[in-house]
């Protein structure tokens, strides 16, 4: 039952914008953190987002700081990533993450085009 379901990944131009989104079952994701990891075919999966429980915290420890926004929809039961200003470079498979019960979402796959 404690499982995360992504959406919203596809294709976006140049610049372009993308939201994704992490419906988590089994836990309120207003109580625990929540994390967005990224892996590409040439680099393991890397960190680039983290929202603490208490929501009071946030993060983006990788190179696309300045271009996400994390955020938490309490009704919902769910986490967003808003991807701006996207680059080929952000091609990648894209992760939720609940580091407390260590599950995994399944994944989306994001591609930028030049």
């Known amino acids: 039952q404690l499982q995360l379901a992504q959406s919203g990944g596809g294709l976006v131009q140049f610049v372009g914008s993308l939201t994704l989104s992490c419906a988590a079952s089994?836990?309120?994701?207003?109580?625990?953190?929540m994390s967005w990891y990224r892996q590409t075919t040439v680099k393991e999966r890397e960190l680039v987002a983290f929202?603490?429980?208490?929501?009071?915290?946030?993060n983006f420890p990788g190179s696309m700081k300045g271009r996400l926004t994390i955020s938490r929809d309490g009704a919902q039961n769910t986490v967003y990533l808003q991807m701006a200003s996207l680059k080929p470079e952000d091609t990648a498979v894209y992760y939720c993450y609940t580091p407390t019960f260590g599950r995994w979402g399944q994944g989306t796959q994001v591609t930028v085009s030049s």
């Open positions: 929202i603490s429980g208490s929501g009071d915290r946030t």
């Open positions: 089994g836990f309120s994701v207003t109580t625990y953190p």
